[in-house]
Nanobody, 122 residues
Framework: QVQLVESGGGLVQAGDSLRLSCAASARTFSGYAMGWFRQAPGKSREFVAAVTWSGRSTNYADSVRGRFTISRDNAKNTVYLQMNSLQPEDTAVYYC???????????????WGQGTQVTVSS
């Protein structure tokens, strides 16, 4: 069992940056790929980024590539999402998830956090 707790969300203006963190409870954290997803009101949950267990390989949605960076610190059981040049369309609840690969479908991730709200004003 892996428990995930996101933090770092908030209200920012367009062009600002935020860093989200996701702390995991399990010692087996380093054995999982980690992903970030987001869900805007009235929309389905969408893939944002993922990183392999080693941190060496990443995967990004086209909409965030070049602006967002995912990273992890296995010693701290934490995964991060650095978000730069935020835009109003990035407004959503952001979730971290643990899975076996850096796949994009949400169904491929086994454990989920409760989410953190990110709101970007124009």
């Amino acid at each position: 069992q892996v428990q995930l707790v996101e933090s770092g969300g908030g209200l920012v203006q367009a062009g600002d940056s935020l860093r989200l963190s996701c702390a995991a409870s399990a010692r087996t954290f380093s054995g999982y790929a980690m992903g970030w997803f987001r869900q805007a009101p009235g929309k389905s949950r969408e893939f944002v980024a993922a990183v392999t267990w080693s941190g060496r390989s990443t995967n990004y949605a086209d909409s965030v590539r070049g602006r967002f960076t995912i990273s992890r610190d296995n010693a701290k059981n934490t995964v991060y999402l650095q978000m730069n040049s935020l835009q109003p369309e990035d407004t959503a609840v952001y979730y971290c998830a643990a899975g076996l690969t850096t796949a994009t479908p949400a169904r491929d991730y086994k454990y989920w956090g409760q989410g953190t709200q990110v709101t970007v004003s124009s």
